[in-house]
């Protein structure tokens, strides 16, 4: 394979559905890894040369991070979606049309949530009663990180278009600089020049701006697979309509889970600052150990959507049971080697023995949900690929609203004794474990149902109902 041939889009409607599948799926897994350490390498750099109150203070403002970029999320997957299927049924105006109102859409996007960030991000903290020590910490960090969202914004959206063209190198390349440049920031800004969180916050909003420009500047040097003129820009219902309905759905699964993390944020603050940051500590582990899980289930969405646009509902089916197949070894290996290397993990966060411990032993609690969100992820990314995005959406409101949180705040209650007023922490990890699992069941019988199947696009752009 040449240099060109691996920069360029892939057609996975033709070759092994297994080997598209993996191919698609390493480099696009080392990106996402190297996203992860945006966060990583935060809290780190914070624990480190602040400390773990700094470290519970990023910890606590990012569920409403995730809470107030959902917007970015639902465009991303709708314009995922969309140009994978017009590109596997070979239609160039409707794809350049897509990608263009997916530009101006975007744009719109991130003047909201510029302004909902700057004005929400106390408030929201103050809702969760979020510790008087912490608090002036996770504000700063939070209005920085919403105020120069855009570069977050169109990271994502146009690694959402790439991906949907089948080119997941050319995100990786751009993303890997962007992360070194962003942890010789963080180091630059927090030790040097003492910027304390604020600095991470400043290193993360540029660091992201930098691989916004590199994933647009190749976007616009793809002349031969679609066209990117003003008149792509202009805003036309069909397209702008169309990318809402695929994404909307993805978009309030993760308002649904953001919301659900801001409630059971909620719940570990009372739990004090030690298990805030233990819970940081499990979340940047997790956010790796997730990585796989994510990545496969991002392939499947392209292999999906372009096979169903091509007509070929065969391959779509054997390619969802080759690459669920490959997730679970993934996660399987994964999973061994938390329960393996749990210590050595949680050290790298924090000098502080009783924090170790801590976050070891809770890991160890959710290691075994990673087999189940293997299962969920990689069928729900078949399901977003075919088109049906409202099922995984449902899925995640029943394990999201109606378990986790309950069950979350049913055991602390439980659990409560005079030396435990608030009930154990504990729970805040078996909840989430159960949530995985009740997923990952109910995602493979709506699989196995088969109604994903009726959701394509068809040739003039509509969807069949």
């Known amino acids: 394979m040449t240099i060109k041939e691996l920069f360029a889009p892939s057609d996975m409607t033709v070759g092994k559905p297994w080997e598209k599948i993996v191919i698609f799926t390493i480099p696009m897994l080392i990106g996402n890894i190297a996203q992860q350490l945006y966060n990583t390498v935060d809290s780190i750099v914070i624990g480190k040369y602040v ?118 190198i050319s995100a990786l390349i751009y993303l890997l600089v962007a992360t070194v440049l962003n942890i010789i920031l963080d180091i630059v800004f927090v030790s040097r020049f003492q910027m304390g969180v604020a600095g991470v916050a400043y290193a993360t909003v540029i660091a992201q701006a930098v691989s916004a420009i590199l994933c647009f500047w190749k976007l616009l040097r793809m002349t031969d697979i679609f066209n990117f003129k003003f008149r792509h820009l202009k805003m036309k219902k069909k397209y702008t309509l169309e990318i809402i309905r695929l994404g ?47 990545s496969f289930g991002t392939a499947m969405t392209t292999y999906a959507g372009q096979n169903v646009g091509a007509h070929r509902m065969d391959r779509v089916e054997q390619g969802a049971r080759q690459g669920t197949a490959i997730a679970l070894g993934t996660s399987a290996v994964i999973t061994l080697l938390i329960l393996v290397f749990g210590k050595n993990l949680m050290a790298i966060f924090t000098d502080t023995s009783e924090l170790v411990t ?95 199947k009726k959701k394509a696009l068809t040739a003039d752009g509509n969807s069949d109902q």
């Open 248 to 294: 909307l759905p993805s978009g309030i699964t993760q308002a649904i889970f953001s919301m659900a993390m801001v409630i059971v944020q909620s719940l570990t603050n009372s739990f004090g600052e030690m298990v805030i940051a233990a819970n940081v500590i499990i979340m940047r582990v997790d956010g790796f150990a997730m990585m796989p899980n994510f």
């Open 51 to 168: 400390g773990d109150n700094a470290l519970a203070a990023v910890g606590s403002a990012s569920p409403i991070l995730n809470l107030l970029l959902v917007l970015f999320v639902g465009i991303s997957v709708g314009a995922g979606v969309m140009v994978s299927q017009y590109f596997g049924a070979r239609q160039r105006e409707e794809l350049s049309m897509t990608i263009g109102n997916c530009v101006t859409l975007t744009a719109i996007s991130s003047l909201i949530i510029m302004f909902l960030g700057a004005v929400l991000s106390r408030p929201l903290l103050e809702l969760l009663n979020t510790p008087d020590s912490i608090i002036d910490w996770c504000t700063s960090y939070l209005v920085i990180l919403m105020v120069g969202c855009i570069g977050c914004a169109y990271y994502n959206i146009l690694c959402g278009i790439l991906r949907g063209l089948g080119d997941s």
């Open 358 to 452: 801590l976050s070891a032993n809770m890991m160890k609690i959710l290691a075994v949900g990673y087999l189940a969100m293997a299962i969920t992820q990689s069928l729900s990314g078949v399901m977003r690929g075919a088109g049906d995005t409202m099922t995984p959406m449902w899925i995640s409101m029943i394990t999201t609203v109606v378990i986790r949180v309950p069950l979350a705040y049913g055991l602390a209650f439980l659990t409560r004794t005079p030396e435990l007023p608030n009930g154990r922490y504990q729970v805040l990890w078996i909840s989430l474990l159960v949530c995985w699992c009740m997923g990952a069941l109910l995602t493979f019988l709506f699989y196995k149902k088969g109604n994903w």
